[in-house]
């Protein structure tokens, strides 16, 4: 079985289709391992309110919003 020169580029191709596929997808991964800190921090810090509440507390959902 002999592969000719359009058959490797072809494979060449995809294989850097794929990469920059990968490159995206670990992308996204880090942005959303980015959004779950923030989001455990908020759970973190509504958590630590008191039951009966506490008066003037600003708690940080990310993104720079507070509550």
Same mark, same amino acid.
């Given at each position: 079985?002999?592969?000719?020169? /359009?058959?490797?580029? &072809? ?9 920059? &596929?990968? +490159?995206?997808?670990? +992308?996204? =991964? &880090?942005?959303?391992?980015? =959004? &779950? =800190?923030? +989001?455990?921090?908020?759970?973190? /810090?509504?958590? /630590? =309110? ?18």
């Amino acid at each position: 079985m002999t592969v000719d020169r /359009a058959e490797f580029q &072809r494979i060449a191709q995809l294989i850097e289709i794929n990469r920059e &596929r990968m +490159q995206v997808i670990e +992308q996204q =991964i &880090r942005q959303l391992e980015a =959004i &779950r =800190i923030e +989001q455990m921090q908020a759970i973190e /810090a509504l958590l /630590a =309110i008191p039951r009966d509440g506490a008066e003037g507390a600003m708690i940080p959902l990310g993104s720079g919003i507070q509550i």
